[in-house]
């Protein structure tokens, strides 16, 4: 049988089960199926398989995200649901027209049953593959081919679906519950990746972040506003005792969800720098817990126990007489090698490797680079040419100085340099970040992000 068009629809087999594969041609798109009725309503708390939650319909309907394949137990789905919505995602990309031509793999009982085709997808986030539907006492499947351009929180709000990515009212305010939602039913879907592995306790904190960071937005005129978030972090001597008592830790936990809130492929990139710099891993959100341990961290080795009894840390002597005593650790493939990034402050070195780096790897919305530094600056010409070769790059650079007693050197002059044809760089310093409330964080972070996307914009620099 030849492969299904848009439009075209055929019988399948009586089966005990129907299994669907989804294959792209180049990018990644994430596997959903939604459970329809009549009315073309889907259950709120048990209507939808996807990332965050790979089963619905009491089980009837299972996906593999890892395979992106979805399993249907026929005779366990409810009466009530007369259709089961099969739908692509885009995954890390604009659109599904990133992906390249869709195709859909249906068995029966195992044995090949038909075949869905969508050779041109529509320059959609969301795009509906197909349908399996019932026919008198069967089932047929139907090619769709169509889209949202709203994405899939608009798809399954259409259908009923509350979804906890959606903006939120303000902390204390009444949130009316999507239509079909009773009052008292289970929380909303959330539709950022990751979130659902993440411990109990790290996930609430989240979901109470993202929400501060939504509530800030609201209030800046950004809520449907979408931006590539990278993390900088100074790893220079004198951050000895931020790293060591938890503070670079938990200020990664916050940024996510600045990161998780404005860019929803539960994805971070991130960079440490000293003397040199490194790109880290991308952080996924649900590799949280292991990635903050592994890579939020000194230069250097062992250098958080080398400087944990030292009496100056911030000059770095101690870890430089022991480096002399013995060979360099071995370095992974892949992996940051932390005896090169030395304790130094070389601010201009990541400046300019995160600027390529957007440069090379170019998406459709802005990028927010939240650089934590706590001063030591001293590089004030290179540092500024850095920035100003960065005007016309899609970043705007939000600088946050952390408790330093001798000041930021040129970082804190870049808001008011002359020349320049918008302001791309914000800063503000904090003497203890850990006793700053998440809201006041978000609205100083956010703080004139928001002037310069209008600016950008006005010079031609964004879309």
């Known amino acids: ?129 197909g349908e399996f539907y019932r026919h008198r006492s069967g089932w047929k499947i139907r090619c769709l081919g ?65 929400e501060a960071v939504q509530v800030t937005l609201e209030k800046k005129g950004l809520g449907g506003v979408r931006a590539r978030v990278i993390l900088v972090m100074d790893a220079s001597g004198s951050m000895t005792s931020l790293y060591l008592h938890g503070t670079m830790a938990a200020v990664v936990e916050r940024m996510m969800a600045v990161a998780a809130q404005l860019d929803d492929d539960g994805e971070m990139e991130a960079w440490t720098f000293a003397s040199e710099y490194a790109q880290l891993p991308s952080l996924q959100l649900g590799e949280m817990p292991a990635w903050i341990p592994a890579n939020v961290r000194l230069g250097g080795g062992d250098a958080s126990s080398l400087f944990a009894s030292s009496s100056d840390p911030s000059s770095g002597a101690l870890f430089r007489r022991r480096r002399k005593e013995k060979a360099a650790p071995a370095v992974m493939d892949g992996a940051v090698d932390w005896d090169r990034i030395g304790f130094g402050n070389e601010e201009q070195k990541v400046i300019a490797d995160v600027t390529g780096f957007v440069k090379r790897n170019p998406v459709p919305d802005p990028t927010l680079v939240l650089f934590f530094s706590d001063g030591g600056v001293y590089n004030d010409d ?38 320049r044809e918008v302001d791309n760089v914000g800063f503000f310093a904090v003497d203890d970040i850990d006793g700053i409330a998440d809201t006041e964080l978000y609205d100083r972070l956010l703080s004139e992000f928001p002037q310069w996307l209008a600016d950008a914009r006005k010079a031609g620099i964004l879309r």
């Not at 305010?173 to 411990?199: D, H, M, V």
């Open 1 to 129: 049988m030849p492969p299904l068009a848009p439009g075209a629809n055929a019988p399948l087999p009586s089966a005990s089960t129907f299994t669907l594969r989804l294959a792209t041609s180049r990018a990644h798109a994430d596997l959903v199926v939604l459970c329809v009725d009549a009315d073309g309503r889907a259950d709120g708390e048990n209507g939808v398989a996807l990332w965050t939650q790979p089963e619905c319909a009491n089980g009837a309907v299972r996906i593999d995200t890892r395979a992106d394949t979805a399993v249907v137990n026929v005779a366990a789905l409810p009466a009530a649901v007369v259709r089961l919505l099969v739908v692509a995602q885009a995954d890390g990309v604009a659109d599904m027209t990133a992906c390249g031509p869709l195709w859909a793999e249906v068995a029966a009982d195992g044995a090949s049953a038909a075949q869905l085709a969508v050779t041109a997808p529509p320059a959609m986030p969301t795009v509906q593959v």
């Open 382 to 419: 290179e540092i500024e040419r850095a920035l100003r070769n960065a005007v016309r790059a899609p970043i705007f650079w939000q600088f946050i100085g952390l408790g330093s007693s001798n000041g930021y050197g040129v970082l804190e002059r870049l808001d008011t340099l002359a020349g």
């Open 146 to 210: 169509d889209g949202y351009q709203d994405g899939l929180a608009r798809l399954l709000q259409v259908h009923g679906i509350d979804v906890d990515d959606a903006p939120q009212a303000a902390p204390g305010s009444a949130r009316a519950p999507a239509a079909g939602q009773a009052a008292g039913a289970k929380p909303p879907i959330a539709l950022t990746k990751g979130e659902e592995k993440l411990p109990v306790d790290m996930r609430k904190r989240l979901s109470l972040r993202k």
